[in-house]
Nanobody, 115 residues
Framework: QVHLAESGGGLVQPGGSLTLSCTAS????????MGWYRQAPGKDRDLVAT?????PSVYGDFVKGRFTISKAMDTVYLQMNSLKPDDTAVYFC???????????WGQGTQVTVSS
């Protein structure tokens, strides 16, 4: 089992910045990706960004250079700049086990962009 501990959400004004972090513990799959998805009320859960050890980072189309994902050991970070009200959502940390084709999810952290 993989446990994901998220932090860093909150309320920020439009144009502001936030950094989310997520630390994985437990039986972390050897070959995996780590990343972030988000879900706004009444909408589907969308990819924000993922990162794979030794591979490329992938971003959702709406990111447009505003967010940067990085990883150190078993912690993944999402630096979010130039935040917009449309970025308001619950952000979920994800670990994907490529071998078993399983996804592990965090509890989610609320990001609210509002003046």
């Amino acid at each position: 089992q993989v446990h994901l501990a998220e932090s860093g959400g909150g309320l920020v004004q439009p144009g502001g910045s936030l950094t989310l972090s997520c630390t994985a513990s437990g039986s972390i799959p050897r070959i995996n990706s780590m990343g972030w998805y988000r879900q706004a009320p009444g909408k589907d859960r969308d990819l924000v960004a993922t990162i794979t050890s030794g591979g490329p980072s992938v971003y959702g189309d709406f990111v447009k250079g505003r967010f940067t994902i990085s990883k150190a050991m078993d912690t993944v970070y999402l630096q979010m700049n130039s935040l917009k009200p449309d970025d308001t959502a619950v952000y979920f940390c994800n670990v994907r086990d490529f071998a078993l084709r399983e996804d592990y999810w965090g509890q989610g952290t609320q990001v609210t962009v509002s003046s």
